[in-house]
């Protein structure tokens, strides 16, 4: 009898536990997503990507350079890290239920070429809030909704 109940708790143990272990896995996958690729996008490679996001993961609004997925993706990323090598993207606080998280995110630069139409460089930088919204299926983030203050990006980089 006491090797039956020690197994039942065993087995109850491991059911409890298992949601929670997979919503941690979650939550790093999210955490990832700024500091393994939004931080310093230049050094991103296409598999860090990949690790992250899944192959053709919906973000919304989408890219402007059109591309779409995990490849699309990164071609924003390289562009991003072409143009502010020091682009600093940092949760602030992360909201969770279930497998959706929502993220209040602070970014930061000093853009080196043009930038939101902002030609030439202006040697200023910028620091603004995001707000995301991912849903993470299998270890992969699949769906983005995402909001940044580029208006103030705009007024903070062409100050006087």
């Known amino acids: 009898m006491f ?3 020690l197994k039942s708790a065993a087995i109850a143990t491991a059911l409890a536990t298992a949601p929670t272990i997979a919503l941690a896995d979650d939550m790093d996958v999210v955490k990832a997503f700024y500091s393994d690729l939004l931080t310093t996008p230049a050094d991103v490679k296409l598999e860090d990507v990949h690790s992250v996001i899944s192959e053709d993961w919906v973000t919304t609004p989408a890219p402007r350079n059109g591309g779409t997925g995990a490849e699309g993706f990164y071609e924003t990323l390289k562009g991003f890290g072409a143009i502010i090598p ?9 909201l969770q239920d279930g497998n959706r998280f929502i993220v209040r995110g ?16 202006t040697g200023k930088s910028f620091d603004i809030m995001s707000i995301d ?9 699949v769906k983005s909704y ?15």
């Open 3 to 5: 090797k039956t109940t």
């Open 86 to 94: 020091d682009l600093s993207w940092e949760p602030q606080e992360i």
């Open 106 to 121: 602070r970014a930061t630069g000093t853009p080196e070429g043009p930038f939101l139409g902002i030609d030439p460089a």
């Open 133 to 141: 919204i991912h849903t993470v299926e299998d270890g992969k983030i």
């Open 146 to 160: 995402h909001v940044e203050e580029w208006a103030t990006a705009i007024r903070q980089l062409t100050a006087e």
